[in-house]
Nanobody, 120 residues
Framework: QVQLVESGGGLVQAGGSLRLSCAAS????????MGWYRQAPGKQRELVAT???????NYADFVKGRSTISRDNAKRMVYLQMNSLKPEDTAVYYC??????????????WGQGTQVTVST
């Protein structure tokens, strides 16, 4: 059994910052890519940022220059530092990880989501 648990969401004023955290636990052999996605009301879930096990990162255009994804492989955690937040960043943010539960089987896991609300 694998779990991803996010934390760090909340209400912030426009221009403010938040740091999201996600912890992976359970029967984990190794973790490949990790990432953050978001879903606003009435919209599809979209990629925010991803990071490989080696630290290579990829960002959606709408967060480039405003957000930084990082991970701590020893702690099995991934983080998303978000700065200069805008009202349009309001969404539920989900953590995702590609996890090997043994040397052969890799599955995609999702956290339960954490709400980020940016007020004007």
């Amino acid at each position: 059994q694998v779990q991803l648990v996010e934390s760090g969401g909340g209400l912030v004023q426009a221009g403010g910052s938040l740091r999201l955290s996600c912890a992976a636990s359970g029967r984990i052999f190794s973790i490949d890519d990790m990432g953050w996605y978001r879903q606003a009301p009435g919209k599809q879930r979209e990629l925010v940022a991803t990071i490989t096990s080696g630290g290579n990162t990829n960002y959606a255009d709408f967060v480039k220059g405003r957000s930084t994804i990082s991970r701590d492989n020893a702690k099995r955690m991934v983080y998303l530092q978000m700065n200069s937040l805008k009202p349009e960043d309001t969404a539920v943010y989900y953590c995702n990880a590609e996890i090997y539960t043994n040397s052969l089987v890799r599955l995609s896991y999702w956290g339960q989501g954490t709400q980020v609300t940016v007020s004007t």
